[in-house]
């Protein structure tokens, strides 16, 4: 892992695989860190040079600072990560509210773009007063005290019967996160949408592929979430995994691979 410094904050990193590779950057969901994407890596390194990043307030990146963290803040942070990697298009995938960076990037930077799969995310998440109330208690009661509340939501149940220490081991790296970052982000999916934004922006770039993937159990942002995503994407291709949640990367790495690989290729 390494660290850059992006407007004043430490980001930490990895670049991995071969500087002559396409690059894809990978963006993981709210509370968790960029640890969700290490059982993809084997599958693709040979192809590909990967770069993930950790949020911030998240995993080892600095906390924000004052102000409120917009998604053109994320996507900036997603642009400074591949231009310090060389890299002026890039494939990119992101989950959750790392598909809410992709949203963005569509929306204003589509022609740095090569391909955008986005998993498990939304136009619109939720609720603005959901997302308020989640912001408050994180304030009051601290993410090491939620964590217990939210990780079941991540996973479809048989995940956790297949591994009984996914739970644990997920609330203890989701405790150790910022509470007022968390909170942040957590009013910026309240308080921004992408709903007739997206379309137009591919119009005029039609060389972006995009495709959207997500769970079945998935209880965050269910399939209906992500069908009318696909429908703010021009009709972009949906595929509905099922019996899995909302972090593909983790539930099922190898299939999620594969139907990666098989779209970036």
């Given at each position: 892992?390494?660290?850059?410094?992006?407007e004043g904050r430490s980001v930490a990193y990895r670049l991995l695989g071969a500087t002559a590779n396409p690059l894809v950057v990978l963006a993981h969901p709210l509370g968790m860190s960029q640890a969700v994407w290490d059982d993809l890596l084997p599958m693709l390194l040979p192809r590909y040079r990967v770069l993930t990043w950790d949020l911030p307030g998240h995993g080892a990146s600095q906390?924000?600072?004052?102000?409120?963290?917009?998604?053109?803040?994320?996507?900036?942070?997603?642009?400074a990560l591949a231009d310090h990697a060389g890299a002026?298009?890039?494939?990119?995938?992101?989950t959750s509210i790392g598909g809410v960076v992709g949203q963005q990037l569509i929306a204003e930077h589509a022609?740095?773009?090569?391909?955008?799969?986005?998993?498990?995310?939304?136009a619109v998440i939720g609720t603005a007063e959901l997302w308020s109330t989640r912001a408050a208690r994180v304030r009051e009661e601290g993410l090491a005290?939620?964590?217990?509340?939210?990780?079941?939501?991540?996973?479809?149940?048989?995940?956790?019967?297949a591994n009984p220490a996914l739970k644990?081991?997920?609330?203890?790296q989701m405790g150790r996160g910022d509470d007022e970052a968390y909170?942040?982000?957590?009013?910026?999916?309240?308080?921004?949408?992408?709903?007739?934004r997206l379309g137009g922006a591919l119009s005029?770039?039609?060389?972006?592929?995009v495709q959207l993937l997500g769970g079945s159990e998935d209880l965050a942002t269910p399939p209906a979430t992500l069908e009318a995503l696909a429908s703010e994407l021009n009709g972009a291709p949906l595929a509905i995994l099922d019996g899995v949640g909302h972090v593909p990367s983790v539930e099922v790495p190898e299939r999620f691979a594969e139907m990666l690989l098989a779209s970036l290729d």
């Amino acid at each position: 892992m390494a660290f850059l410094n992006i407007e004043g904050r430490s980001v930490a990193y990895r670049l991995l695989g071969a500087t002559a590779n396409p690059l894809v950057v990978l963006a993981h969901p709210l509370g968790m860190s960029q640890a969700v994407w290490d059982d993809l890596l084997p599958m693709l390194l040979p192809r590909y040079r990967v770069l993930t990043w950790d949020l911030p307030g998240h995993g080892a990146s600095q906390a924000w600072g004052e102000g409120a963290i917009t998604p053109t803040d994320l996507a900036a942070e997603a642009l400074a990560l591949a231009d310090h990697a060389g890299a002026e298009r890039f494939h990119f995938v992101g989950t959750s509210i790392g598909g809410v960076v992709g949203q963005q990037l569509i929306a204003e930077h589509a022609e740095r773009l090569a391909s955008a799969t986005l998993t498990n995310t939304g136009a619109v998440i939720g609720t603005a007063e959901l997302w308020s109330t989640r912001a408050a208690r994180v304030r009051e009661e601290g993410l090491a005290a939620m964590s217990g509340e939210i990780v079941p939501r991540w996973f479809a149940p048989a995940c956790f019967e297949a591994n009984p220490a996914l739970k644990p081991g997920w609330m203890t790296q989701m405790g150790r996160g910022d509470d007022e970052a968390y909170a942040k982000l957590c009013e910026m999916l309240g308080g921004h949408a992408f709903t007739g934004r997206l379309g137009g922006a591919l119009s005029q770039h039609p060389g972006v592929k995009v495709q959207l993937l997500g769970g079945s159990e998935d209880l965050a942002t269910p399939p209906a979430t992500l069908e009318a995503l696909a429908s703010e994407l021009n009709g972009a291709p949906l595929a509905i995994l099922d019996g899995v949640g909302h972090v593909p990367s983790v539930e099922v790495p190898e299939r999620f691979a594969e139907m990666l690989l098989a779209s970036l290729d």
